[in-house]
Structures are given as C-alpha cells and as structure tokens.
C-alpha cells in the first residue's frame, strides 16, 4: 500500500517516478500521520508540467482535494464496482473516521478475473534504417537495432512491448544492413509476421513514413530503434484523441543543475543577485511519437526528412502537435555507448 501513497510534501518529479517506477496512474495524498489530503493522477501531473510548472515544484497546488472514497464502515463490492465503472477510477480509498487510509481497493482487486484484454487496430512503425554512427565499431557488423541488451536485440524489446499492450500491427523500416536484420526478424518473430519495408536510399528518421502511408491506419505509432520504454501505449493514445491532437511527441521530464552560482544581470550589466547552483527544467524529446494518418502526406516521396524537420512542416500547416510528458526513468536511450552501458547497469 505504501507505494500508492505519496506525501504532501513531495515534488513532481517524484509523483511522476513514483508513478512510472510501479506502473500505477494515480496515488493518495497523505500527510504525515497517513491522513488522506486528496488524490493525484498522472494526468494530474502532465497538465501541470504542460502549463509550465517546474518539476521541482511541490504538488500541494495540483492533487485533486476532494478525491472518491469510503469509509471503512460503509461500503461494499457493489458500491466499489459502481463507483470504479461510474468514475473510471484506478483505485478507491478506505478510509477510517478521522481520514486516515484503512486499505486502498484498486481495479485489479475487484475484476482480476474479468479480461479486458484488448488488441489495438493502430499501426506501429519502429524506424531503423539508420547506420548507427555512435554505435561504432558494432554498427560495421550488424545494424544497430540488433545490439542486445539482456540477451535480446533491441528491437526485440520494443516490439514485445507493444505487442504485450495489444498494438500487434507492427512495420519495421529498414535501410542500413536491411538484409543481416530481415534474416533476424523473420527467424525470430515466425508467429506474427512483421512487415518489412526496405528504404532504397536513407531518408532520414521521418521521410521512410511516405513508403506506408496507403496501407496505414488513421493513427499510427511511430518509434526510434534505440529506446526502451516503460510506459503505458495506450495512456498516450488517450491523451492523443482527447485533445484531438494531429502529432503527440512523447517528451522526458529532465532537470539539469548547474553546478555553480549563476550571475543574473541588471539592465545595465551590473549585478542583480548571484542564483546558488540552479536547476533548469526542459522537456526532452524520446523518439517516440503517435500522428494522425493525413500527417503522412506532408512528407514528399523519396526525399530525406528528419522528425525534427516534419514537425516545423506540421507547425506551418496549424496542425495541433501535443507534448505527453514522461518521467526521466521511464526510458532508455540506446543510441551511443555511455548510454548503452548505463543502460545495461539498471535494465530489468
């Protein structure tokens, strides 16, 4: 139960780890003497980071204040059932006379033997037609999306996490060693056919998305070769359509500190005040990307087109672009060594 409570106290940055680090979508506010003060989702949290709150902020001024609940004394299956279905909630709090938490009753608890296993008619497009620079002297042998970590390339990973979360309609865009990782993937994934497209010339990290656009479906997820993930697909599919978003990029929540005093000037160039070791808050982009169809026929045929360069051409175009914020321990990037080896230090 402890992992679903969080202290009144705490900042962003930790509800967001804590809610990434145990796959959960919502914690109870507690004071210090486990007193219920409100709940706080992970919607809860991307609204405030997305409205510009720092990370390093507390959540007092963000968690819901009057959140569902029962008292331990007057509730039932029933009542639990109604209200999990009625709110679409993923936990409901007991609490005793004096609000403080008895047991938290979450989904699973009451439908653990109902299946709502769900299988997603959405497209995922996994771009690995690059050559790999950073990844020499690897890349000179097999293509990067091969690299293994924990005895299994890459790219296996990706592909079994969005299989695992019902996304089974998976293309794979390939270029660099296209023959070396065809051979791999039509070895290893005989039960469900992957489609392979191979790019006849590099098009970049976003121009190979023109080579399927008549065979895709109206949203399509689009995701690097080099990053791991620990995040819920099908939270970020939510966010997308409701916001009616054309373009959803998955951002990473990043606080940098800079060691040092850091000199803020006056008008005139003398000094203001001196800001002892500040932090500077930037959302980063993953790689991982969710769009609309019509967003493929921006892209010209055969010409090369980076992910960054696409996103300009959908901003002229007024298309509406999201940003889904994730915590810094919800991913992995792959793509150069220093990364690698950090990577294969915390994976599990």
Not at 18 to 38: E, P, T, W, Y
Not at 102 to 118: A, P, Q, S
Not at 238 to 247: G, P, R, S, T, V
Request: with cysteine.
């Amino acid at each position: 139960m402890k992992d679903l409570l969080i202290s009144k106290n705490a900042t962003i940055k930790d509800a967001l780890n804590q809610i990434s680090k145990k796959g959960i979508r919502c914690l109870i506010v507690v004071d210090a003497f486990n007193k219920m003060m409100g709940s706080l989702s992970d919607g809860d949290i991307r609204r405030s980071i997305l409205k510009g709150k720092k990370i390093t902020s507390k959540i007092t001024f963000i968690y819901k204040k009057k959140p569902h609940f029962f008292f331990e004394n007057d509730f039932s299956e029933k009542k639990i059932k109604e209200l999990f279905f009625k709110e679409k909630l993923d936990l409901i709090p007991i609490i005793d006379k004096k609000k403080k938490i008895v047991k938290i009753i979450l989904w699973n608890d009451i439908f653990k033997n109902t299946k709502f296993k769900k299988k997603y008619n959405i497209d995922v497009v996994i771009m690995s037609g690059g050559m790999g620079k950073r990844l020499l002297p690897f890349t000179n042998v097999l293509p990067k999306p091969l690299i293994p970590i924990k005895e299994k390339p890459v790219i296996s990973h990706i592909i079994d996490k969005f299989e695992n979360q019902g996304f089974y309609k998976i293309k794979v865009i390939v270029n660099y060693k296209a023959a070396v990782l065809k051979a791999y993937l039509s070895e290893s994934r005989k039960k469900n056919r992957l489609k392979i497209i191979n790019e006849k010339k590099p098009l970049g990290t976003a121009g190979g998305l023109n080579l399927i656009k008549k065979h895709i479906s109206d949203h399509v997820f689009v995701s690097n070769c080099d990053i791991l993930t620990n995040i819920n697909f099908n939270d970020i599919l939510d966010f997308h359509k409701k916001n009616n978003n054309d373009f959803t990029l998955v951002a990473s929540a990043k606080s940098f500190p800079i060691p040092y005093g850091v000199c803020e000037l006056k008008k005139q160039g003398t000094l203001k005040r001196i800001n002892e070791k500040p932090n500077f808050d930037f959302l980063v982009s993953i790689g991982l990307y969710l769009m609309k169809k019509k967003v493929l026929n921006l892209i010209k045929k055969n010409s090369y087109l980076d992910m960054n360069e696409l996103i300009n051409i959908i901003k002229t175009k007024k298309y509406k672009v999201g940003v889904f914020p994730v915590d810094d321990s919800s991913w992995s990037d792959i793509g150069e060594w220093s990364q690698y080896e950090q990577t294969l230090k915390s994976y599990d």
